[in-house]
């Protein structure tokens, strides 16, 4: 079968013919992958500058957004049923016994920085046509939801982001009452970027009643800007407003969810943070230069305004569940913001165009496997 692989020793990325799949374990399940999300990890992959394959192999095979339809199912499986559409959880728990978050089903949370990731760190991923997992990794979604399942996992870097959210504002006992789909309500929040990340965040942010406005380049009147306005959000265009201009457009900032992995800019807007507000980093920048920020101003702010600085990475079953139950949500309110994200597909054959050459304007490509 086909699969598109990076190997970083000869700096390639090709498409390999690799033998199918078979079950090994009764709790496997088989797939049949549909559709593989392209994002700015895969990116990084690409250009070498992250992920590691698999121990013993010279090459990664990519992708871990994904959705997959079961096609054969072990002797002891009970959680889905052939026919079924699932999507796959990405991480992996580290081997180590005295990992608590690991054994506790928390990789997210992994301790000891030995997890792995299908598609990214020492598994191979989903840009492949059969799949076999274990079943306890597998996330059914609604047969309503095909065209749009291969967005559950990028949702699910807000969801767990919200979910964080929603425990640290706990401390404040006004909103702790809030019922988590209201937690927003009163609230602010800016998203930086409008790329998938940053726009199925802002859907989870309006979703939880926030007053959502998301920064972004990409003028006032381009796609994104549409799809933010088609939502109930505000756009605020970054060649028209600046950096510093922000709180004048939104007023108190409560909540800042950082969807860009530019960390210069993440940093010129965590000084302007509301009090007992919450910052959110969800981006994995590159290595550059060093940026000058200030450490005084930044520390009083965070004391004197009681803030609070977050990073969160992917991502738990709860999750997942919670971005397939949003997704659907989303799809019945917005139906064409959210079909407007994915703007481009392309069969595996094309999967350089997809990865490599994709236009400026692409908001999400797929490699649609079959
Ligand atoms: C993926 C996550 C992963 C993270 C770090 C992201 O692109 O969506 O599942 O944990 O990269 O490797």
Same mark, same amino acid.
């Given at each position: 079968?086909?699969?598109?692989?990076?190997?970083?020793?000869?700096?390639?990325?090709?498409?390999?013919?690799?033998?199918?799949?078979?079950?090994?374990?009764?709790?496997?399940?088989?797939?049949?992958?549909?559709?593989?999300?392209?994002?700015?990890?895969?990116?990084?992959?690409?250009?070498?500058?992250?992920?590691?394959?698999?121990?013993?192999?010279?090459?990664?095979?990519?992708?871990?957004?994904?959705?997959?339809?079961?096609?054969?199912?072990?002797?002891?499986?009970?959680?889905? /049923? *052939? &026919?079924? #559409? =699932?999507? +796959?959880?990405?991480?992996?728990?580290?081997?180590? %016994?005295?990992? @608590?978050?690991?054994?506790?089903?928390?990789?997210?949370?992994?301790?000891?920085?030995?997890?792995?990731?299908?598609?990214?760190?020492?598994?191979?991923?989903?840009?492949?046509?059969?799949?076999?997992?274990?079943?306890?990794?597998?996330?059914?979604?609604?047969?309503?939801?095909? /065209? *749009? &399942?291969? #967005? =559950?996992? +990028?949702?699910?870097?807000?969801?767990?982001?919200? %979910?964080?959210? @929603?425990?640290?504002?706990?401390?404040?006992?006004?909103?702790?009452?809030?019922?988590?789909?209201?937690?927003?309500?009163?609230?602010?929040?800016?998203?930086?970027?409008?790329?998938?990340?940053?726009?199925?965040?802002?859907?989870?942010?309006?979703?939880?009643?926030?007053?959502?406005? *998301?920064?972004?380049?990409?003028?006032?009147?381009?796609?994104?800007?549409?799809?933010?306005?088609?939502?109930?959000?505000?756009?605020?265009?970054?060649?028209?407003?600046?950096?510093?201009?922000?709180?004048?457009?939104?007023?108190?900032?409560?909540?800042?969810?950082?969807?860009?992995?530019?960390?210069?800019?993440?940093?010129?807007?965590?000084?302007?943070?509301?009090?007992?507000?919450?910052? *959110?980093?969800?981006?994995?920048?590159?290595?550059?230069?060093?940026?000058?920020?200030?450490?005084?101003?930044?520390?009083?702010?965070?004391?004197?305004?009681?803030?609070?600085?977050?990073?969160?990475?992917?991502?738990?079953?709860?999750?997942?569940?919670?971005?397939?139950?949003?997704?659907?949500?989303?799809?019945?309110?917005?139906?064409?913001?959210?079909?407007?994200?994915?703007?481009?597909?392309?069969?595996?054959?094309?999967?350089?165009?997809?990865?490599?050459?994709?236009?400026?304007?692409?908001?999400?490509?797929?490699?649609?496997?079959?």
């Amino acid at each position: 079968m086909k699969a598109v692989a990076v190997f970083p020793a000869s700096r390639e990325v090709k498409s390999i013919a690799v033998p199918e799949p078979l079950l090994a374990t009764p709790t496997d399940v088989r797939l049949r992958i549909l559709d593989v999300g392209i994002c700015g990890t895969d990116k990084e992959l690409c250009a070498f500058k992250y992920g590691t394959p698999p121990a013993g192999s010279d090459h990664l095979v990519i992708g871990h957004e994904s959705l997959g339809e079961v096609v054969e199912v072990g002797s002891a499986v009970t959680r889905v /049923d *052939v &026919g079924d #559409l =699932v999507v +796959p959880m990405v991480r992996r728990p580290c081997p180590r %016994a005295d990992c @608590r978050a690991c054994a506790a089903g928390r990789q997210d949370f992994c301790f000891t920085g030995e997890y792995t990731e299908r598609g990214i760190k020492e598994r191979h991923g989903f840009m492949t046509e059969w799949v076999v997992d274990d079943q306890r990794y597998m996330n059914v979604v609604p047969r309503a939801l095909r /065209d *749009v &399942g291969v #967005l =559950v996992e +990028p949702l699910t870097i807000a969801e767990k982001a919200l %979910a964080q959210v @929603r425990l640290v504002q706990q401390r404040l006992p006004w909103t702790a009452s809030a019922s988590d789909s209201a937690a927003g309500t009163g609230h602010r929040a800016v998203v930086l970027g409008a790329g998938p990340v940053g726009l199925l965040g802002a859907m989870a942010l309006v979703a939880a009643g926030f007053a959502t406005f *998301v920064y972004s380049r990409g003028g006032d009147a381009g796609p994104r800007a549409r799809i933010v306005r088609e939502i109930g959000a505000t756009f605020v265009a970054a060649e028209s407003t600046t950096v510093a201009a922000l709180p004048q457009v939104v007023g108190a900032i409560d909540v800042v969810y950082e969807a860009t992995g530019a960390s210069k800019l993440a940093f010129d807007v965590l000084p302007l943070l509301g009090t007992n507000g919450i910052f *959110v980093f969800t981006g994995v920048p590159g290595r550059r230069a060093p940026v000058a920020v200030d450490t005084d101003l930044l520390m009083r702010n965070l004391v004197l305004k009681n803030q609070i600085v977050l990073g969160s990475v992917n991502a738990s079953r709860a999750d997942f569940e919670a971005a397939i139950r949003d997704l659907g949500l989303f799809q019945s309110r917005w139906p064409r913001a959210l079909a407007a994200l994915v703007t481009g597909r392309f069969p595996i054959d094309a999967y350089a165009e997809a990865l490599l050459r994709a236009p400026a304007d692409a908001i999400k490509s797929v490699v649609a496997v079959s």
